[in-house]
């Protein structure tokens, strides 16, 4: 029996594993490709690199993700406890700075004198299987050498859909003569104020809560934003418009084809809102969501695209508020991967015919930071618990 676990891949999933082994004694050895090579979504070198949204869902204690966030809490996650140390104002989410989030994570894996960090991309998992356990974690961008290892070994046609992200802004490219800082229902004027009075509300709370720049349209401004969104040029990607896009990312293009008021019953809803201008709803409304601790990015709340790079920079700029944004990352679309779990598993994340190979992860179908997180948890502890019985 080899004298340490075997993690592949430094995403969420696979950085808490190591942690939880290393927290009790036991060595780790966790591959990661990067910086030899990086998936098509992939940008910088620090392990657990948050590709989508900052956003790790809500924080109240109501909410199925707020109580999973606190149950991590309790059983020392690290990664949920680097999440508290970098979050950002988001309301009554909990949303990170990806960049120092993923540094800090880093480090706290680096200097752990349990885990080696080994940076090469894993295409033979079979030797390391040999007397040992192995954690596969690398996530919903696995490489394809791998994924067709994976797919041998399980037996299983590889699943599939795909995923995108959305755009980055500078703040200092927005115009605040539209713009306006609020959160979602704080914004309305109410029955017993005055214009006055409402206005002065507005005013502290934009000293107060940072956290949402708001992005009023009128209907001309919506339908004509809709007209080129839904004729803007696309990357191809093998007719995956057809069957296999995630509904719960879905690239705001395709919701737009869906209908005209698809995207005001979506992520520009106006509901919660009333314009300092006009001191009316607006039609519809854009939410930027603050990306880093300093306030100087923002990212387009609900905007996961497919289209091209010159395509996004001309069609957004389109929004009001938005004519000389810049963007210092555009939205992109990629393949998600994972394994059909409810098959292969069983509840300790264990391949239920090869004992000593767990999966965590966005692999196994988990969807989200904090759930991939968990899985994570789950899976190092009981690689843990079985590499000690043996």
Not at 6 to 20: D, F, H, K, P, R
Not at 227 to 238: G, I, Q, R, S, Y
Request: hydrophobic content about 35%.
């Amino acid at each position: 029996m080899k004298d340490y676990i075997t993690i592949i891949g430094g995403g969420l999933a696979g950085c808490e594993a190591a942690y939880q082994i290393a927290k009790r004694k036991l060595k780790v050895k966790l591959y990661e490709m990067k910086p030899i090579k990086y998936s098509p979504a992939h940008s910088n070198e620090d392990l657990a690199e948050i590709v989508c949204s900052n956003s790790f869902k809500s924080d109240l204690l109501t909410n199925a993700c707020g109580l999973l966030k606190e149950e991590l809490r309790i059983l020392d996650s690290l990664l949920i406890r680097i999440a508290d140390e970098t979050k950002v104002p988001a309301g009554q989410a909990l949303a990170v700075d990806r960049e120092i989030f993923s540094k800090r994570v880093t480090e706290e894996i680096n200097k752990n004198p349990y885990i080696e960090v080994i940076n090469e991309e894993v295409t033979d998992i079979n030797e390391m299987l040999r007397d040992g356990i192995v954690i596969i974690s690398t996530g919903p961008l696995t490489s394809d050498g791998l994924a067709k290892q994976i797919q041998e070994l399980t037996s299983q046609d590889k699943l599939y859909f795909y995923d995108a992200a959305a755009p980055i802004i500078e703040k200092d490219s927005i115009d605040f003569s539209v713009a306006f800082y609020g959160d979602r229902y704080s914004q309305e004027k109410k029955k017993e104020e005055t214009e006055e009075q409402w206005k002065e509300r507005l005013s502290k709370q934009e000293n107060e809560e940072k956290s949402y720049i708001n992005l009023p349209m009128d209907k001309e401004e919506y339908e004509n934003f809709c007209k080129e969104l839904v004729e803007a040029d696309v990357v191809t990607l093998h007719e995956f418009e057809k069957r296999e896009i995630f509904e719960g990312c879905m690239p705001i293009e395709i919701m737009a084809k869906r209908g005209m008021d698809t995207l005001r019953f979506g992520p520009l809803k106006p509901v919660g809102f009333d314009d300092p201008r006009t001191a009316r709803r607006p039609y519809a409304i854009v939410q930027l969501r603050q990306d880093d601790k300093q306030a100087s990015l923002y990212n387009m709340v609900g905007f996961q695209t497919n289209l091209k790079f010159g395509e996004q920079k001309r069609v957004f700029s389109k929004i009001p508020g938005l004519k000389q944004a810049e963007f210092v990352k555009y939205g992109v679309m990629h393949r998600n991967t994972y394994i059909n779990s409810s098959k292969l598993l069983n509840e300790k994340y264990q391949v239920k015919s090869m004992p000593n190979l767990y999966f965590a992860g966005q692999i196994t179908g988990v969807e989200g930071y904090v759930e991939s997180i968990c899985s994570g948890l789950v899976a190092g502890l009981n690689a843990a618990y079985d590499f000690r019985r043996c």
